[in-house]
């Protein structure tokens, strides 16, 4: 079963903004408008017409996993909706070769007054597994969807979560040589997630080559072997998932150019773990921020910040800088030495600086990002070491 | 089972040159055959929602064109007499069994495709495979109604002849006859959704337009030329010919039906098939 393969030949989409025309209303006007101007010859943009994608190329083979990350309408979708051949490139092609199994959000297709065992069938023949292999993995299905004792009640009775795991239970026991993964990583409990995920993970791990979109940079940068960062339908960078997610985060903190605050603004070039970039829960790390100020002080001197995000939830966990340290900025090149205590669970954190000129969030410009993997620790849950303490005691 | 052998799929974009016609029926055919089995768990599972959301089940598929028959028999029985071959309860329940394989087909196909958006957006099958299993659906309610029939014929002391033999092939005419129109209709109202409206007109007036409830063939003048052009009208036709009337049923005029039916049937597939590709963008 290992000769899956993906393959994305110069692909371009074209997309078009506004309504289209959807009653007839509308098509005798738009006929006459047809019959009057010639045809433009398929590719060149018209009126309301913008690319979606733009000359993507990649190749996905046996042993390898592609994560595609990018903002809200870079084409991350238009790229699974190719490969699943729900829409036509308008230029180029893909090919795939092998069964597709797609791990999608198809929950709500189930039938709500059909019983578990019924959608199970039929999801089954939507995702086109014959009935004979369903019937054969049925038990194990219902077994990973946890709905042993409700497989025989009618999906409407159902909750939301219980439903989106037996949407995925069936796609997940697909026999599928190329797999495709769409923000599915977020069905159920956490509890569900984490065996959802496992079971994605031993498929990668199979050497079944997938594909897979999702803003959980987390679960992308442990599923997938390799990443394209895409905005607004272009490769923005290509190559190591965690080039690629530092590439991103950074341009999440800061979508399109910084604002440059002239010549006398601190500039920084680098920031660089001064250890391994991986460490354990609790363990401190040091890293240098190398950069440059102007010479002649005019003016405020900036200040530098550093920001701890984690990649998981996306969200900022730690934020110190020079000004709560009561530090200022040495004229010239100067280097920073950060030391940080990474009380945080395991996971994939992302160091980023940035420069404050003013008072004022907009004056902040984002300098360099760095990752950091954490790993292993003390056992807790949470997003932070307390370094509890529990005594037990009898008491009669 | 067997692993099946990985196959390449290709989607490209649709080159200038118009594709080959034998190239698409090719792949039409192929298509269908592999996804066959998604097609009857549709079919099976409007049949089951059917028998679980109503308390008459399949009763239902009898009930509407029993229910016509009682109408039209006090008409065309007693305001106006209408001479037929056969009585006329019987003469119009045959007609009217098979016009409601027809027309409920149309009801429920013009939405096939619309009120199967979710599938349509997120999961790639031949999309004919849709208005395709309605009238699969239909073709239950048809043969279920069949057991009406045979007890009105055994009622009024109509003898079955061998020429009963030839049902399958006037059933399969109408099959193909309905696929054609449905593909059209349920194409059409995904681009346009005024078509659902245009059905229940359409299927009004193609009724008396076709010999369900009385044989248009006494209409006269101008208006007759026209009717002539209907096909459903030797398909129900052959229908009484056989099982009512112990004769093959009229050659010219069914030959034609079946060859229209048959062109119909591979002209909408094929330009059903070539705008597939973008149901999913439009829908």
Not at chain 1, 36 to 57: C, H, I, N, P
Not at chain 2, 163 to 177: G, K, N, R, Y
Request: hydrophobic residues 45%; proline residues 5%; charged residues 20%.
């Amino acid at each position: 079963m290992k000769d899956g393969l993906v393959q994305f030949e110069g692909v371009w989409k074209k997309y078009r903004r506004g309504e289209r025309h959807d009653s007839l209303r509308d098509l005798i006007p738009s006929m006459a408008r047809a019959l009057l101007r010639k045809r433009v010859a398929g590719e060149a943009l018209q009126g309301q017409e913008f690319w979606a994608l733009q000359d993507l190329d990649f190749t996905v083979e046996p042993g390898e996993a592609l994560g595609i990350i990018g903002p809200n309408g870079a084409g991350k979708s238009t790229i699974l909706k190719i490969l699943t051949r729900l829409i036509r490139p308008t230029r180029g092609r893909s090919l795939v070769r092998g069964r597709i199994g797609s791990l999608i959000e198809i929950g709500g297709s189930l039938h709500p007054d059909l019983t578990g065992r019924e959608n199970v069938y039929l999801q089954g023949s939507i995702m086109g597994m014959p009935r004979a292999e369903v019937t054969r993995k049925f038990d194990e299905i219902v077994e990973f969807a946890g709905l042993s004792d409700f497989i025989d009640t009618p999906v409407k009775r159902f909750s939301s979560g219980m439903n989106a795991r037996l949407g995925f239970s069936v796609a997940a026991h697909l026999e599928t040589d190329v797999l495709i993964i769409d923000e599915v990583l977020a069905v159920g409990d956490s509890a569900f997630q984490r065996k959802a995920f496992d079971r994605m993970q031993t498929m990668v791990q199979r050497g079944i080559p997938a594909v897979t979109v999702s803003h959980q940079l987390e679960r992308i940068a442990s599923l997938c072997t390799r990443a394209i960062l895409l905005v607004q339908g272009q490769v923005a960078h290509a190559g190591s998932t965690t080039d690629c997610i530092e590439m991103y985060a950074r341009y999440q903190a800061d979508p399109g150019e910084a604002p440059v605050a002239g010549a006398q603004a601190v500039q920084l070039d680098s920031i660089a773990l001064a250890s391994a970039d991986s460490t354990a829960s609790g363990e401190r790390i040091e890293f240098e921020i190398v950069g440059s100020s102007p010479l002649e002080r005019t003016g405020a001197r900036g200040v530098v910040g550093v920001r701890v995000r984690s990649l998981e939830t996306g969200s900022i966990i730690y934020a110190c800088g020079t000004e709560t340290h009561d530090l200022e900025i040495p004229p010239g090149r100067f280097g920073l030495r950060v030391g940080l205590e990474m009380n945080v669970p395991p996971g994939l954190y992302a160091i980023e600086s940035s420069v404050w000129q003013g008072g004022h969030e907009r004056d902040s410009r984002n300098g360099p990002t760095t990752l950091i993997r954490v790993s292993g620790g003390p056992s807790f849950t949470g997003t932070v070491q307390m370094n509890s303490s529990i005594l037990v005691r009898s008491r009669a | 089972m067997p692993v099946p052998s990985p196959q390449i799929s290709e989607n490209a974009a649709r080159s200038d040159a118009p594709s080959a016609l034998r190239a698409d029926l090719r792949e039409m055919f192929h298509e269908l055959a592999a996804y066959r089995e998604l097609m009857f768990s549709l079919v099976r599972r409007d049949l089951l929602l059917r028998y679980k959301q109503t308390v008459m089940g399949f009763g239902w598929s009898v009930l509407m064109p029993v229910t016509y028959m009682v109408i039209f028999s006090l008409i065309f029985t007693r305001v106006v007499n209408l001479k037929t071959e056969v009585p006329y309860p019987i003469y119009v329940y045959a007609g009217l069994l098979p016009w409601n394989f027809f027309a409920s087909t149309l009801r429920f196909a013009v939405g096939a495709l619309t009120s199967n958006s979710t599938l349509i957006t997120k999961v790639y099958f031949p999309r004919e495979i849709l208005p395709f299993s309605t009238i699969l659906v239909a073709l239950v309610d048809f043969l279920v109604g069949f057991s009406v029939l045979a007890l009105m014929m055994l009622y009024y002391k109509v003898p079955l002849t061998w020429f009963a033999l030839l049902l399958p092939v006037v059933i399969a005419v109408q099959i193909m006859f309905t696929a054609g129109v449905t593909l059209l209709l349920s194409m059409g109202n995904l681009y346009y959704r005024d078509v659902k409206y245009m059905v229940e007109i359409l299927i009004t007036l193609w009724m008396f337009a076709t010999s369900v409830v009385y044989p248009v063939d006494r209409v006269g003048g101008a208006l007759a030329v026209v009717l002539k052009l209907n096909p459903m009208t030797p398909i129900i036709d052959a229908y009484r010919s056989i099982l009512l009337h112990g004769r093959i049923p009229d050659l010219p005029s069914f030959g034609t039906a079946a060859a229209v039916s048959v062109v119909l049937l591979l002209v909408s597939w094929v330009l059903f098939h070539r705008a597939e590709f973008e149901f999913a963008e439009r829908i």
